[in-house]
C-alpha cells in the first residue's frame, strides 16, 4: 500500500531525528526569530537551534 505524504514525511523526520515542537511565544519573540532568519538567511528553526546551542554553551 503506498504511504500518504504525511507518513513519507513522519518517516523522514524519524530518521533524521527531527521532533515537530509547537509554542507560544511573545509577537516580539517571534518578530525577532523572523527577522535574524532573514537577516542571516537560515531557516528560523536553525536560528532557534543556534540560540540554544549558545546557552547550552554558558552554562
Same mark, same amino acid.
Given at each position: 500500500?503506498?504511504?500518504? /505524504?504525511?507518513?513519507?514525511?513522519? /518517516?523522514?523526520?524519524? =530518521? *533524521?531525528?527531527?521532533?515537530? =515542537?509547537?509554542?507560544?511565544?511573545? @509577537?516580539?519573540?517571534? $518578530?525577532?526569530? #523572523? /527577522?535574524?532568519?532573514? $537577516? *542571516?538567511?537560515?531557516?528560523? @528553526? &536553525?536560528?532557534? $537551534? #543556534? &540560540?540554544? @546551542?549558545?546557552?547550552? &554553551?554558558?552554562?
Amino acid at each position: 500500500m503506498a504511504q500518504s /505524504r504525511s507518513e513519507i514525511q513522519k /518517516r523522514s523526520d524519524e =530518521k *533524521r531525528g527531527m521532533v515537530q =515542537k509547537n509554542f507560544k511565544l511573545p @509577537a516580539q519573540v517571534v $518578530a525577532d526569530i #523572523e /527577522r535574524l532568519a532573514l $537577516a *542571516r538567511g537560515k531557516p528560523q @528553526a &536553525a536560528v532557534i $537551534a #543556534e &540560540a540554544i @546551542a549558545l546557552l547550552m &554553551a554558558q552554562e
